[in-house]
């Protein structure tokens, strides 16, 4: 039901979806559906949450992780994209709808994206405290930058084209780290290109069979 109900909220929107139309699509009657949700909202609601679940405990131990910011922020992008690539129709739906839930719904969830937020922001300043990321940066900024971009990938990724999620993530955390790094980091590793490149921001030796994508 819930794979359902996520089908025709994407191609059909929220406001034009009803509870008869998920019931149709599922090959049940419209009031079978109450034993399971009180409403189309909750509908809405369980196929949102989990996401933010998901991808918070995904990136939590890089809040506490020993290794050096430019490192964490590179598996933060990694993280990122990989998750949006894998749970695509879910995070479409989550950037449209989201305004479709109840005050109390949204401050909820708003909770966990505050909490995805802060770890960003502290990589971030750990980088600035180290001189591995250009001070002259403003941070809260810079992660609603960081992840709007990571989120524009629902509106031009799709399945099935020339890069896999690997290979964009390769790509998009070179774009973060060359735009992020402070002068000394970049001429530590060598240039911007030797930043990209590094061993940090590589490639598995392996690319994905699965969901690959373009832009």
């Known amino acids: 039901m819930l ?3 996520a089908d ?9 979806t009803s509870m008869q139309d998920v019931a149709d699509a599922v090959g049940i009657m419209k009031g079978s559906l109450y034993y399971y949700v009180a409403s189309k909202e ?8 989990p996401a933010y679940v ?19 922020l590179t598996d933060f992008v990694h993280s990122h994209v990989q998750f949006v690539a894998a749970n695509l129709r879910t995070f479409r739906i989550r950037l449209r709808e989201f305004s479709q839930l109840s005050p109390k ?9 505050d909490e995805y937020y802060a770890v960003l922001m502290g990589i971030l300043h750990d980088g600035v405290d180290s ?23 629902t509106e ?41 490149r590094s061993p940090r921001n590589r490639l598995p030796s392996q690319p994905a069979t699965e969901a690959e994508g373009k832009a």
């Open 131 to 153: 001189g591995d990321i250009d001070s002259a940066i403003d941070v809260r900024l810079s992660s609603v930058a960081i992840i709007g971009m990571l989120n524009s990938m």
């Open 8 to 16: 025709a909220f994407l191609a059909n929107g929220y406001d034009a």
């Open 42 to 49: 909750d509908f809405l609601f369980q196929i949102i949450e």
């Open 156 to 196: 031009w990724y799709s399945v099935g084209g020339k890069y896999s999620p690997q290979e964009l993530a390769y790509q998009l955390a070179g774009m973060v780290l060359t735009s992020l790094g402070s002068d000394a980091a970049v001429l530590a590793t060598g240039g911007p290109e030797a930043l990209r």
């Open 105 to 113: 719904r949204q401050k909820q969830l708003s909770r966990s994206e």
């Open 3 to 5: 794979d359902a109900a």
């Open 54 to 72: 998901t991808a918070l405990h995904a990136v939590a131990p890089l809040a506490e992780d020993p290794r050096a910011p430019l490192d964490r």
